[in-house]
Every structure is written in C-alpha cells, then in structure tokens.
Nanobody
C-alpha cells in the first residue's frame, strides 16, 4: 500500500510561482511512475505532468509546458511540481498519483493506482 500526501498549495496572484510537494510512504517509490493531476471546479480531472522512475524523462500537458516542471527525489520519496507564471485557469485541486504497477512506462493512470487527497491552488487575476 502507498499513501501520498500533497502540500504547498495556496492562494497566489497571476504570474506568481508555487512549488507543490508529494511525499509517498510505502514500498518501491523509486520503481513507480509518478504524476500530477488537477481538477478545476465543475471540470474533470486532467493530467498535468508525469515523470519516469529515474526522473530522467517527463511529460506535460500542453497547457503547462514551459511553465511547470515535475521532478523527484527518490532518496526522500518525494515528487515535486514547480509551477511558474501561474494563470487563473491553473486554479484547482492538484493531486499526486503513483502507478500501482511496477512495470511498464505509461502515464495512463487510473482509479486503480494510488492517489493523494489533493492540495488546492487558487490563482487570482
């Protein structure tokens, strides 16, 4: 079993930066693909960023490319999301996710994977 706890959300102004953290407990953190998702009020949850086990490769939603950076520290069982040049449309609850499977290379997360409870990011204009 893996538990994920996000932190770092808050209320900021457009153009500001925030860094989210997600600490994982449980086994095999360094063997799990990790991801960040977000859900805005009234909208479906969407993929934001994903990172491979080693942290060498990552992928981003088009809406955040060039502004957000995902990283991980396997020694600390932590994945981060650095968010720069925030926009009001970045507002939402941000969720950390860990692939349950230790195999494969997909960022195709599902409800079967491990999810945190989220941290709220609000960007005012």
């Amino acid at each position: 079993q893996v538990q994920l706890v996000e932190s770092g959300g808050g209320l900021v102004q457009a153009g500001d930066s925030l860094k989210l953290s997600c600490v994982a407990s449980g086994q095999f953190f360094n063997r799990r693909i990790m991801g960040w998702f977000r859900q805005a009020p009234g909208k479906e949850r969407e993929f934001v960023a994903g990172i491979t086990r080693s942290g060498i490769s990552s992928d981003y939603a088009d809406s955040v490319k060039g502004r957000f950076t995902i990283s991980r520290d396997n020694a600390k069982n932590t994945v981060y999301l650095q968010m720069n040049s925030l926009k009001p449309e970045d507002t939402g609850s941000y969720y950390c996710a860990a692939r349950k499977s230790l195999f494969g290379s997909s960022y195709d997360f599902s409800e079967e994977d491990y999810w945190g409870k989220g941290t709220l990011v609000t960007v005012s204009s």
